[in-house]
């Protein structure tokens, strides 16, 4: 088991005044995050490159007082929310340790992300990247059985698990069969959820293949150089109508995928 200290960062003194740690604590402006929020991402980059594994212990709070300048208050709160998002275990009297992770299991069904995530206990975010109307073309028509011209709703999105992204959801929608979703806020809902509601499934159609992600794929997963995903096509219908296309791309190290079924005679 290793150990890993963060780097340290400084906050200036201004003016030879002694500041109020518990003001520090605290404070944040337009300019510069809460120093706890620092302390996080600290730790959840060195999860993300490497230099932090399962099992390795952290900074303890009075290591990260000295080594980020900041308040016992806002060390505490930073390992809390750590411990309280799934990313690190404490261990009274021995530490904090990075947590095992948890893949995401994923049946071949259509199931809500955003429940599954919280199903663990574990907080859910999404990052919204795009949600836009266009007009299908060559490349997208034949996505969803549709002549070019057609109008449909693309959107991107990337879900997070704790403070890791866990899926980017590119999706291709029909406009005539879901005509709000282009205006819908995806940070409080899924698209999943959206259209699970307004279009009855009918039909649905899952491929999975794993692939090394290109450089958008691997920003915006956060992965590191070298690791692949896994990505499954999922085609789904209502109406009769071919209603949804969308590529669900997942980092190969926090992704399974598993099936249940029983056989009749």
């Known amino acids: 088991m290793n150990s890993y200290s963060l780097p340290s960062t400084s906050v200036g003194k201004s003016n030879g005044l002694q500041r109020d740690p518990k003001i520090e604590a605290d404070k944040e402006d337009d300019r510069n995050p809460p120093r706890y929020a620092a302390i996080k991402q600290s730790i959840c980059d060195a ?36 411990q309280a998002a799934g990313v690190l275990v404490r261990r009274a009297g021995i530490g904090s340790f990075i947590a095992e992770p948890k893949p995401i299991g994923q049946m071949i069904e259509i199931r809500n992300i955003a429940e599954e995530v919280r199903g663990r206990g574990h907080e859910y975010r999404a990052r919204v990247i795009q949600n836009r109307e266009e007009r299908a ?23 997070h698990e704790a403070e890791f992204p866990i899926q980017l959801e590119e999706r291709f929608v029909l406009a005539s069969i879901a005509p709000d979703y282009g205006s819908l806020d995806f940070t409080k809902m899924t698209p999943n959820e959206y259209l699970t509601r307004i279009a009855p ?3 649905v159609e899952h491929r999975v293949r794993a692939m090394m992600p290109n450089e958008r794929m691997r920003t915006m997963l956060a992965l590191p150089q070298g690791e692949p ?17 969308a590529w669900l791309t997942h980092p190969g190290t926090r992704f399974e995928l598993s099936a249940a079924f029983s056989i009749e005679d």
Do not use: C, Y
């Open 47 to 82: 999860v993300r490159d490497g230099r932090l594994k399962p099992g390795d212990r952290v900074s303890s709070e009075a290591e990260l007082v000295i080594q980020f300048d900041v308040s016992r208050m806002t060390a505490n709160r930073a390992l809390r929310e750590l």
């Open 137 to 159: 073309n060559k490349e997208t028509a034949p996505l969803l059985e549709i002549s070019v011209g057609t109008k449909l709703f693309h959107s991107i999105i990337v879900h």
């Open 201 to 203: 499934l009918e039909r």
């Open 229 to 245: 995903v896994l990505q499954m096509t999922r085609r789904t219908w209502s109406r009769s109508r071919l209603v949804s296309h």
